[in-house]
């Protein structure tokens, strides 16, 4: 059998592709952060809660209302999304004017509120949700067995990932968030609705964590806690490639699932934590992050 | 998405036919407890240019962010086109066919020197075509995807008024253009404004740069401490250079 450093190729490779999926839901969640930190200045702590009341809203729309997973895939990130945008609207606009430490506790008290809420109905133990039908089964490549599910994610976070990057950096609704970003209220002084954009905003940043919410059902337990023991990591991702990119935050993403995937096949006492070592780092050499602008 | 952009409320603006563009009467402007304008009164006719001089701090720049509705509380009145907008959104004022062009320049980093022209939402009909800019403004047309702000000083100057020149905007309000620029531009920027009402457009020019403005303007408005002192007529200006001069303290 080939080894590749003492490991065999179809360990390591599952591995690295496991590595791969997480690190395509860090991308997704960390793309949402990084989209509405720029235009809120808030660091968003209920996005783990909305990638959870994702993937809950896929569960119980099948289990209530007979909704299958494709149409999910597109309800749950609006049902969510929309909830944000209520949010912001009548929480987050109030606060607007305060330290963006008072966002943070707000959304914080939010996904506590949400968390604890749905752990009072269904329990912490997680439900299984179905692979859907046209994704079961797996691709043979000869050196490992790929689940057809686990590609499917794969690919939906990069489309997804490269959709946005590409709004916002080369369409005309793009260079509305990103001057708004820069100076808002210039942006008013030209005719722009900037408290409309910011709803928008946020309610698209929420919409894609309740897309990997959507997309986390089939492969792990859909439970009330699912999306904080997730945020913790993705914050650390954040920290490592730094607020101020969208393509920084969806490369860190993917290369921290890879970096943790390597180090489950040669040391995984310390795949938890590597994360969290790389972090450390980037703070102490560059601390504004592999991507970020330094100040 | 444009419905970011376009007017949606039911709030309908008229273009009244008078000869007046911009009437402010007894404005007042706080930044938060700090009171900057103490009753700001003055008014600006169709296709005029009038100037608003005045020492630094004088409360030039706090009276056209006070007509955007930029600052934090205005009392008063500030007609614009017919239509009172002390009521009026912040986003709802460029409607009225007003154009903004900040000191700071407000040059977007994030977006390229196209971009940053195209970035304001066009609030009427009649404004300038990209290609009639580019014409003005050959410069941007060479920079045109070059990050906004690697212009150089004069060129973001260039490509901040050039912006609002494409909305439609009939009423401009420029604070100090000129500011820190090379001679050469500087009089380039002359001859903008010359085109600019030529093509009907109605100037309030915020400016330090008296040499700069006296050529160019109908009327000139000086103020002090939040407060208009003194209005002169360009008829007026040679035998009142001295006083002015005074004024001014220079
Ligand atoms: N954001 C602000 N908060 C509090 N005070 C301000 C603010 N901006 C300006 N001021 C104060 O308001 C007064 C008027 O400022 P303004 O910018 O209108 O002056 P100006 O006439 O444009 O002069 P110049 O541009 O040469 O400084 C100044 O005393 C200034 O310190
Ligand atoms: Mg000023």
């Not at chain 1, 900037?194 to 964590?209: E, N």
């Not at chain 1, 390597?262 to 969290?276: C, D, G, Q, R, S």
């Not at chain 2, 007046?20 to 938060?32: I, K, N, Q, T």
């Amino acid at each position: 059998m080939t080894m590749i450093f003492g490991v065999p190729v179809a360990v390591f490779m599952g591995q690295l592709m496991l590595g791969l999926i997480n690190g395509a839901f860090y991308a997704l969640l960390s793309l949402g952060l990084a989209v509405i930190f720029g235009l809120l200045k808030i660091v968003n702590f209920a996005h783990g809660a909305m990638y959870m009341l994702g993937a809950f809203a896929t569960l119980l729309g099948m289990q209530y209302l007979g909704i299958g997973y494709w149409a999910a895939l597109l309800l749950a990130p609006l049902v969510v999304g929309a909830l944000g945008m209520v949010i912001e609207r009548l929480l987050l606009r109030r606060i607007g004017h305060l330290d963006h430490l008072y966002g943070l506790l707000l959304t914080f008290g939010l996904a506590l509120i949400f968390e604890g809420s749905l752990v009072n109905v269904f329990g912490v133990s997680g439900a299984r949700y179905p692979t859907p039908e046209a994704l079961q089964g797996g691709l043979q490549l000869g050196f490992m067995f790929l689940p057809t599910y686990r590609a499917w994610v794969l690919v939906a976070a990069l489309v997804v990932c490269l959709g946005t990057w590409y709004v916002i950096e080369r369409t005309r609704l793009g260079a509305y968030l990103r001057a708004g970003t820069e100076n808002p209220a210039l942006m008013q002084a030209f005719g722009v609705n900037v408290p409309q954009l910011i709803t928008l905003t946020y309610g698209f940043g929420v919409a894609l964590a309740a897309f990997a919410g959507v997309l986390a059902a089939p492969l792990y337990p859909v439970s009330p806690t699912m999306g904080s023991n997730l945020l913790i990591v993705v914050f650390a991702v954040v920290v490592i490639g730094g607020m101020g990119s969208i393509l920084g935050a969806v490369l860190t993403g993917l290369g921290m699932g890879l970096i943790e995937g390597l180090t489950k096949v040669y040391y995984p006492e310390a795949a938890n934590t590597v994360i969290f070592l790389v972090m450390i780092l980037v703070l102490m050499l560059r601390p504004a992050g592999l991507f970020g602008k330094e100040a | 998405m444009n419905q970011l952009a376009e007017q949606t409320g039911v709030t309908h603006y008229r273009d009244h036919d008078g000869a007046e563009m911009l009437r402010v009467s007894d404005l007042h402007a706080f930044y938060g407890e700090s009171h900057i304008l103490h009753g700001v009164d003055f008014e600006v006719r169709r296709g005029e240019l009038v100037t608003l001089l005045g020492r630094n701090g004088a409360g030039r720049s706090t009276t056209l962010k006070s007509i955007m509705n930029m600052v934090g509380r205005r009392t008063g009145s500030i007609m614009i086109n017919g239509n009172e907008t002390l009521d009026v959104k912040p986003h709802r004022i460029p409607r009225l066919g007003v154009g903004y062009c900040p000191e700071e320049r407000g040059i977007f980093a994030s977006l390229d020197v196209e971009e940053n022209l195209l970035l304001p939402p066009t609030v009427r009909s009649g404004g300038m075509s990209i290609d009639d800019i580019y014409a003005m403004f050959p410069n941007l047309y060479e920079r045109r995807r070059s990050q906004g702000t690697r212009l150089s000083g004069g060129e973001q100057q260039m490509l901040a008024m050039a912006r609002i020149l494409r909305t439609g905007a009939r009423l401009l309000l420029l604070d100090e253009i000129t500011e820190g620029l090379a001679p050469v531009i500087v009089q380039a920027l002359g001859e903008v404004l010359v085109k600019l009402k030529e093509r009907g457009m109605t100037i309030v020019l915020v400016e330090q740069n008296f040499r700069f403005a006296a050529p160019l303007a109908d009327r000139h408005y000086v103020m002090e401490h939040g407060r208009i002192i003194e209005e002169i007529s360009a008829a007026e200006l040679p035998s009142r250079r001295e006083h002015l001069h005074s004024l001014l303290g220079v």
